[in-house]
């Protein structure tokens, strides 16, 4: 078995001193991640499980974003909210979290959304106040955040979009559009 030697001077002590590289400097103080290369300057994140009907809004309004190629914007779609989305808002000058709604009088609601004041216990699901928070605590970054709720109306299982929720989301998706090309120009 090998033998372990103190670096620092003395009886049990390696030959010669430990030294040190020249040049190198220990790590300053940062986010815990380090910054990645940017990309897209605006994520669209769309959340909802598109196998209960009206639930799957949010991910509808993301593969829809998508397929108009709008420059600067990427789209993803998730059932729920992990850890994982944290890291990819903080890449992101802003973030549009869209999700479906129970109770809406409006087709949609618009509207800007602050981390949560504390980071949440981290589990496999998380609410975007929450994802902000984890993002400003491990990666330092807070992008410019809001929330598009489209009212939905049938949540049971079962694939696609009512009547309804299809008008709403047109709606909406009209209403993000002039959104997103507002803030690129």
């Known amino acids: 078995?090998?033998?372990?030697?103190?670096p620092r001077p003395g009886p049990d002590a390696a030959r010669g001193?430990?030294?040190?590289?020249?040049?190198?400097?220990?790590?300053?103080?940062?986010?815990?991640i380090p910054e990645r290369k940017k990309g897209p300057t605006v994520l669209v994140l769309g959340i909802g499980n598109p196998g209960r009907r009206d639930d799957g809004l949010g991910a509808a309004a993301a593969e829809r974003l998508r397929?108009?190629?709008?420059?600067?914007?990427v789209c993803d779609a998730n059932y729920q909210l992990n850890v994982e989305d944290a890291l990819a808002c903080a890449e992101h000058e802003?973030?549009?979290?869209?999700?479906?709604?129970?109770?809406?009088?409006?087709?949609?609601?618009?509207?800007?959304?602050?981390?949560?004041?504390?980071?949440?216990v981290l589990s496999h699901a998380l609410g975007p106040a929450a994802v902000l928070a984890v993002a400003a605590g491990l990666c330092g970054k807070t992008p410019d955040a809001r929330l598009l709720a489209v009212r939905g109306h049938r949540f049971t299982v079962g694939e696609g979009l009512t009547d309804k929720a299809e008008e709403n989301l047109a709606l909406a998706l009209d209403f993000l559009v002039k959104f997103l090309k507002g803030i690129r120009s």
């Open 17 to 32: 001193l430990a030294r040190r590289r020249v040049g190198t400097r220990p790590p300053k103080e940062g986010p815990l």
């Open 67 to 73: 397929k108009r190629r709008l420059p600067g914007v």
């Open 94 to 120: 802003t973030v549009i979290f869209v999700d479906a709604a129970r109770g809406l009088r409006k087709p949609f609601t618009f509207r800007e959304i602050e981390p949560a004041a504390t980071l949440p």
């Open 1 to 6: 078995m090998p033998e372990l030697r103190d």
